[in-house]
């Protein structure tokens, strides 16, 4: 635990700053790096994925807002954008009628998979190349411990 301080030392602010324009470049390369292969936004990746990981293809809205970092506006109008495109579908919940669920169809789940080809490489590309396997093990311990 940190003694409170009037202020952050500059070691903090430093780190902190270089958290914020690392996250900020490598953002912006891997959304560059999917648009200039035809892709849609990192946002549908993260959406579509987390509906994969669920196992049976199918999250509530609360439970993707809470797995990735999309207020719920934005998540209502990309489900809208996801679902007209024919990449997820929505489902009454049966114990709730009032619910729904967000399910992948299988042209979601192909679309997933193209992106992260791209997604992968971009990985390689601006993290992997700059970093040696223990210096990219250091850097996420030292991330998480911010988490």
């Not at 780190?15 to 900020?24: H, L, N, P, Q």
Request: net charge neutral.
């Amino acid at each position: 635990m940190c003694a409170k301080m009037p202020k952050p030392s500059q070691a903090c602010t430093r780190a902190w700053t270089s958290i914020m324009r690392v996250r900020e470049r490598l953002l912006g390369a891997i959304e560059a790096d999917l648009k200039a292969a035809g892709l849609p936004p990192l946002a549908w990746y993260d959406v579509l994925w987390e509906l994969v990981r669920a196992g049976d293809g199918r999250l509530r809205p609360y439970e993707i807002e809470e797995r990735t970092l999309l207020a719920q506006y934005n998540l209502s109008r990309l489900v809208d954008r996801l679902e007209g495109e024919g990449l997820v579908r929505r489902e009454v919940f049966a114990e709730d009628g009032r619910g729904r669920w967000v399910v992948i169809t299988e042209d979601g789940r192909r679309l997933r998979e193209r992106m992260w080809a791209v997604y992968a490489g971009s990985i390689e590309t601006h993290i992997g190349c700059k970093l040696a396997e223990d210096e990219a093990k250091m850097l996420a311990g030292l991330l998480d411990r911010l988490l």
